[in-house]
Nanobody
Framework: QGHFVESGGGLVHPGGSLRLSCVTS????????MAWYRQTPGNQREKVAA???????KYDNSVNGRFTISRNNSKKALYLQMNSLKPEDTGLYYC????????WGQGTQVTVSS
């Protein structure tokens, strides 16, 4: 069983928005740099956004300017605000530490389609 539980995915039209959430019971959550990952059929899981434990955020070029990653350490939660969604954003989204330390959760499906 994974350490993270992702939610918030769904079916949305191009140009729409979704907010993904990831929660954990891990007491050490605040120590870790965290990331959101996306997997599509036949492809490896790829990192789309990261938030460092001390400073800053980083985004894949494909989502930069449209997605925003954030965290609430008191709630042990990670978020991904996804705006101006495109069909190529479709995939199964997961969260994990930046070093992929923990077992993967179930993910949450995002489908962008007209």
């Amino acid at each position: 069983q994974g350490h993270f539980v992702e939610s918030g995915g769904g079916l949305v039209h191009p140009g729409g928005s979704l907010r993904l959430s990831c929660v954990t019971s891990a007491s050490t959550f605040s120590r870790y740099s965290m990331a959101w990952y996306r997997q599509t059929p036949g492809n490896q899981r790829e990192k789309v956004a990261a938030i460092l434990s001390e400073t800053g955020t980083k985004y894949d070029n494909s989502v930069n300017g449209r997605f925003t990653i954030s965290r609430n350490n008191s709630k042990k939660a990670l978020y991904l605000q996804m705006n101006s969604l495109k069909p190529e954003d479709t995939g199964l989204y997961y969260c994990n530490t930046l070093s992929e330390m923990y077992e993967w959760g179930q993910g949450t499906q995002v489908t962008v389609s007209s």
